[in-house]
């Protein structure tokens, strides 16, 4: 196998919010070993279509397989909802990074990370707490295991809940606008961790506003505008179109300086 | 006449003894009380809606109603159903009754204020309905509720005070009966505030201690 394989893949991916047609007719694949960014302006639909990929989200239309089983709907055109085993299974190979980190208030860093690699995986306690520990030293975090989320600043929370993420080891990781919610100084330490995972080959889907990190790391972006893909591409070509209106408008709204620097090219 | 609180002293032993009855009444009934709102809370909103329905009918009926009432009902009517309680028993059963019906709703109160996402990040790592209930939703509501918990045992304490009216051998039992005996009614109510005060204030620091103890596990 040459062509690398794809890691997700949505095909006539429809969603609705009451009247609300938020995603329509949606079509992308991410690569495996590669990052895909997510761009748009804001309700455009980015957020609910990375949380339809891992199923928070139920697609009313169309097909998103990962790493090529169905998710959440069978392949087919019945569409028949598939058990909660089954939906549990696939989203085995998600890992999910939430814009409000979403760490567990009661539990240490350590225990959010260790969490459910105890209780999932089964592991005994120590071999559990080891692996964690592992994961919190490679986002750079040893020293702060035993602390609770109301002591990190919000760069360090974002860090472990990359770190509960991949303790479970999966394939790939969805991120929703992982540094939004950060003070700007906060969000290099976030975006570090993120390049160095990109660099060991995770595959990545992340929807971000931070152009600059796009333009730097991804090999893909898609841009969605009103719930439509509007352009997808390789970043090269894609951030080599600022003619588009859609995309220039938006680019002029969120360039910042990493962008500039890109199009000075 | 003068206020003299050693007309009442004299009937010490017995007011400790009204007093430890408050007490059990009173901690007894708020422990079976959490319980059974627990189990409510969990299961009106984890159990589905034909359990939903029913609970929230008892939780209303309870909130609805005086205590008094409730007791009443229990004492004097409930033999004719079978329910036959000594006065104790009926005061305890009827106390913890209507406390589950408020801890029902603090705790309910306490599962919706979780944010979702918490929920969300734990499918996300494969933890199974009944452990994130048990990881992570439990503990995180309690931590949420505290403060109000804190308040309605407080509450509760007070309440205990209605007992006396089906003659449970409690402190405004006791101590207005020993101020008819002695004719020193000013000191024997007295008496009850100060001692209803010093449990107040005694379960207030108790829970002000729990909440700083526990501030490390809440965000914001
Ligand atoms: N749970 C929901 N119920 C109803 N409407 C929703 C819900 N979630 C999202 N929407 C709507 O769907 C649309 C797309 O929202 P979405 O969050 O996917 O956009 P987004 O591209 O992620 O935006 P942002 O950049 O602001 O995060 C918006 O109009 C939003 O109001
Ligand atoms: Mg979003």
């Given at each position: 196998?040459?062509?690398?394989?794809?890691?997700?893949?949505?095909?006539?991916?429809?969603?609705?919010?009451?009247?609300?047609?938020?995603?329509?007719?949606?079509?992308?694949?991410?690569?495996?070993?590669?990052?895909?960014?997510?761009?748009?302006?804001?309700?455009?639909?980015?957020?609910?279509?990375?949380?339809?990929?891992?199923?928070?989200?139920?697609?009313?239309?169309?097909?998103?397989?990962?790493?090529?089983?169905?998710?959440?709907?069978?392949?087919?055109?019945?569409?028949?909802?598939?058990?909660?085993?089954?939906?549990?299974?696939?989203?085995?190979?998600?890992?999910?990074?939430?814009?409000?980190?979403?760490?567990?208030?009661?539990?240490?860093?350590?225990?959010n990370v260790s969490?459910?690699?105890?209780?999932?995986?089964?592991?005994?306690?120590?071999?559990?707490?080891?692996?964690?520990?592992?994961m919190l030293e490679?986002?750079?975090?040893?020293?702060?295991?035993?602390?609770?989320?109301?002591?990190?600043?919000?760069?360090?929370?974002?860090?472990?809940?990359?770190?509960?993420?991949?303790?479970?080891?999966?394939?790939?990781?969805?991120?929703?606008?992982?540094?939004?919610?950060?003070?700007?100084?906060?969000?290099?330490?976030?975006?570090?961790?993120?390049?160095?995972?990109?660099?060991?080959?995770?595959?990545?889907?992340?929807?971000?506003?931070?152009?600059?990190?796009?333009?730097?790391?991804?090999?893909?972006?898609?841009?969605?505008?009103?719930?439509?893909?509007?352009?997808?591409?390789?970043?090269?070509?894609?951030?080599?179109?600022?003619?588009?209106?859609r995309l220039g408008?938006?680019?002029?709204?969120?360039?910042?300086?990493?962008?500039?620097?890109?199009?000075?090219? | 006449?003068?206020?003299?609180?050693?007309?009442?002293?004299?009937?010490?032993?017995?007011?400790?003894?009204?007093?430890?009855?408050?007490?059990?009444?009173?901690?007894?009934?708020?422990?079976?009380?959490?319980?059974?709102?627990?189990?409510?809370?969990?299961?009106?909103?984890?159990?589905?809606?034909?359990?939903?329905?029913?609970?929230?009918?008892?939780?209303?009926?309870?909130?609805?109603?005086?205590?008094?009432?409730?007791?009443?009902?229990?004492?004097?009517?409930?033999?004719?159903?079978?329910?036959?309680?000594?006065?104790?028993?009926?005061?305890?059963?009827?106390?913890?009754?209507?406390?589950?019906?408020?801890?029902?709703?603090?705790?309910?109160?306490?599962?919706?204020?979780?944010?979702?996402?918490?929920?969300?990040?734990?499918?996300?790592?494969?933890?199974?309905?009944?452990?994130?209930?048990?990881?992570?939703?439990?503990?995180?509501?309690?931590?949420?509720?505290?403060?109000?918990?804190?308040?309605?045992?407080?509450?509760?304490?007070?309440?205990?005070?209605?007992?006396?009216?089906?003659?449970?051998?409690?402190?405004?039992?006791?101590?207005?009966?020993?101020?008819?005996?002695?004719?020193?009614?000013?000191?024997?109510?007295?008496?009850?505030?100060?001692?209803?005060?010093?449990?107040?204030?005694?379960?207030?620091?108790?829970?002000?201690?729990?909440?700083?103890?526990?501030?490390?596990?809440?965000?914001?």
């Amino acid at each position: 196998m040459s062509a690398a394989q794809v890691a997700i893949r949505a095909r006539g991916v429809g969603k609705r919010f009451g009247a609300n047609q938020v995603l329509a007719d949606i079509a992308l694949e991410a690569r495996e070993g590669e990052v895909t960014c997510l761009i748009g302006p804001s309700g455009s639909g980015k957020s609910t279509l990375l949380r339809c990929m891992a199923f928070l989200e139920r697609h009313d239309e169309g097909t998103i397989e990962v790493f090529g089983r169905p998710m959440g709907f069978g392949a087919d055109a019945a569409r028949r909802p598939l058990p909660e085993a089954d939906v549990a299974a696939v989203r085995r190979d998600l890992g999910m990074v939430f814009q409000q980190f979403n760490l567990w208030p009661h539990m240490t860093a350590l225990g959010n990370v260790s969490e459910a690699l105890k209780r999932v995986r089964r592991l005994p306690r120590r071999e559990a707490e080891g692996r964690a520990m592992a994961m919190l030293e490679k986002v750079g975090l040893g020293e702060r295991a035993a602390h609770y989320p109301s002591e990190l600043s919000g760069g360090q929370q974002q860090r472990v809940a990359i770190a509960r993420a991949l303790a479970m080891e999966p394939r790939m990781v969805l991120f929703d606008e992982p540094t939004s919610s950060l003070d700007p100084e906060l969000t290099g330490e976030v975006l570090t961790v993120m390049r160095q995972l990109a660099q060991d080959g995770m595959t990545m889907v992340v929807v971000t506003h931070e152009i600059g990190f796009a333009a730097q790391v991804a090999q893909h972006v898609v841009f969605l505008d009103g719930g439509r893909v509007l352009l997808d591409g390789r970043a090269g070509e894609v951030f080599r179109q600022p003619w588009h209106p859609r995309l220039g408008q938006f680019l002029q709204t969120y360039l910042d300086l990493g962008a500039s620097v890109l199009f000075q090219g | 006449m003068t206020f003299d609180l050693g007309l009442i002293l004299g009937s010490l032993p017995e007011v400790l003894a009204a007093a430890w009855v408050t007490i059990v009444m009173w901690l007894a009934s708020a422990a079976m009380g959490a319980a059974l709102g627990f189990v409510l809370a969990l299961l009106r909103r984890y159990g589905g809606r034909a359990a939903a329905w029913p609970i929230l009918g008892f939780v209303t009926v309870i909130r609805g109603t005086p205590f008094l009432i409730q007791l009443f009902l229990l004492y004097y009517s409930g033999p004719s159903i079978g329910i036959d309680l000594d006065p104790t028993g009926s005061g305890l059963l009827s106390l913890s009754i209507y406390a589950s019906a408020y801890f029902c709703e603090i705790f309910t109160g306490g599962f919706a204020a979780i944010p979702r996402g918490h929920v969300e990040a734990a499918i996300c790592v494969g933890l199974s309905r009944a452990q994130i209930v048990a990881r992570i939703l439990v503990p995180e509501m309690a931590l949420l509720v505290l403060p109000a918990c804190v308040n309605m045992t407080i509450l509760m304490m007070k309440e205990t005070a209605v007992l006396s009216i089906v003659t449970v051998p409690e402190l405004t039992l006791v101590i207005t009966a020993i101020g008819s005996r002695t004719f020193a009614f000013a000191e024997a109510l007295f008496l009850l505030a100060i001692a209803y005060w010093v449990l107040t204030e005694a379960t207030g620091r108790l829970g002000r201690f729990a909440e700083g103890a526990l501030a490390r596990y809440r965000l914001a």
